[in-house]
């Protein structure tokens, strides 16, 4: 038998039950996709599967051609009160 050593893992509660809950339905448990990941990892010699920043999408763009142009309808704002009545109005 190979000689394993203990780790532990910060995570969130609700992020653990859901891998937990697709592992079991693979047949694995989370200490075996954690050894799984790390094996991958070692294979490819990075992370194993793409890591990208997503492309932004059509109100980030138009809230980005705000700002350039000056329209402070996206900010700066003066208290919370306004920036929620800015919110409300794109609703």
């Known amino acids: 038998m190979t000689n394993k050593k203990n780790m532990t893992l910060r995570i969130e509660p609700e992020l653990k039950a859901q891998a937990a809950a697709l592992f079991k339905a693979l047949g694995l448990d989370l200490s075996t996709a954690t050894g799984m990941f790390y094996r991958q990892a070692l294979r490819c010699q990075g992370i194993p599967f793409e890591i990208r920043i997503d492309e932004p999408n059509e109100a980030t763009y138009a809230a980005m051609e705000a700002a350039e142009k000056g ?15 800015a919110l409300n109005a794109e609703s």
Do not use: M, T
């Not at 329209?71 to 009545?85: M, N, Q, T, W």
């Open 71 to 85: 329209d402070d309808v996206y900010g700066p704002f003066d208290s919370v009160s306004s920036l929620k009545e």
